[in-house]
């Protein structure tokens, strides 16, 4: 059983989740929203929240802990110098996960996560 097991496992093996992870991600920071499966959308949450809290701090540990979390090293200092300023003030929340109902070919509850303004 799988009591206080946390995370979802996607049917992918651990490479091919972790990867799909750093790719939504790197597409929510590139593009500030991004449209996909609900389940995903929950998944990264707390991902790109994390990585902004560190681009909040700004200093080199953090910036190297989020460069090697994303795969595009420009986006690195949009995060830092971009998206992190505008949450100065924010204690935390910098997304938002708004349902958009199913998919139309396979039924998936698609989602739009994006950044909160």
Same mark, same amino acid.
């Given at each position: #059983?799988?009591?206080?097991?946390?995370?979802? %496992?996607?049917?992918?093996?651990?490479?091919?989740?972790?990867?799909?992870? &750093?790719n939504?991600?790197?597409?929510?920071?590139?593009?500030? %929203? @991004?449209?996909?499966?609900?389940? %995903?959308? $929950?998944?990264?949450?707390?991902?790109?929240?994390?990585?902004?809290?560190?681009? %909040?701090?700004? /200093?080199?540990?953090?910036?190297?802990?989020?460069?090697?979390?994303?795969? /595009?090293?420009?986006?690195? /200092? $949009?995060? @830092?110098?971009?998206i992190?300023? &505008?949450?100065?003030? &924010?204690?935390?929340?910098?997304?938002?996960? @708004? $349902?958009?109902?199913?998919? &139309?070919? /396979?039924a998936?509850? #698609?989602?739009?996560?994006?950044?909160?303004?």
């Amino acid at each position: #059983m799988r009591h206080a097991v946390a995370g979802r %496992k996607l049917s992918r093996p651990t490479d091919h989740r972790l990867a799909l992870y &750093r790719n939504l991600v790197t597409s929510l920071i590139r593009y500030e %929203k @991004i449209i996909t499966t609900e389940a %995903k959308a $929950k998944e990264i949450r707390g991902q790109a929240e994390h990585l902004i809290t560190l681009g %909040k701090r700004g /200093d080199l540990h953090a910036r190297r802990q989020v460069q090697a979390s994303l795969y /595009d090293a420009q986006l690195v /200092d $949009k995060l @830092i110098h971009v998206i992190a300023p &505008r949450y100065a003030e &924010r204690p935390g929340g910098y997304t938002r996960v @708004i $349902k958009l109902g199913p998919r &139309r070919g /396979d039924a998936a509850a #698609m989602a739009q996560i994006q950044l909160v303004e």
